[in-house]
Nanobody
Framework: VHVVESGGGLVQPGGSPRLSCAAS????????MSWYRQAPGKERELVAT????????NYADSVKGRFTISRDNVKNMVYLDMNNLKPEDTAVYYC?????????WGQGTQVIVSS
């Protein structure tokens, strides 16, 4: 199982970056996929989840209405479109799959929201 996140960086408040996650090594289209984040000094938290066919999504209250998770089961990609970013969104963002009860993570991509 291999997931690789990209798309982070320094973003101004109110910005709208897109994070991407490339997945390989497993049958992508049968697994729900998630984005987590970990802010400095805080525990990792679940940000968003998308069902295996993309028909259902769930979000943390803190990002609901601002972030959108999506997937492309042909390209084995997961995306997180982030809008109206706030300084409290600063964190390392991780793509994740729960496969057989084991959570697999990528190396993460850092998002810093600052002017």
């Amino acid at each position: 199982v291999h997931v690789v996140e990209s798309g982070g960086g320094l973003v101004q408040p109110g910005g709208s970056p897109r994070l991407s996650c490339a997945a390989s090594g497993f049958t992508f289209h049968i697994y729900d996929m998630s984005w987590y984040r970990q802010a400095p000094g805080k525990e990792r938290e679940l940000v968003a989840t998308i069902s295996h066919l993309g028909r259902s999504t769930n979000y943390a209250d803190s990002v609901k209405g601002r972030f959108t998770i999506s997937r492309d089961n042909v390209k084995n990609m997961v995306y997180l479109d982030m809008n109206n970013l706030k300084p409290e969104d600063t964190a390392v963002y991780y793509c994740s799959v729960n496969r057989g009860g084991v959570l697999y993570w990528g190396q993460g991509t850092q998002v810093i929201v600052s002017s």
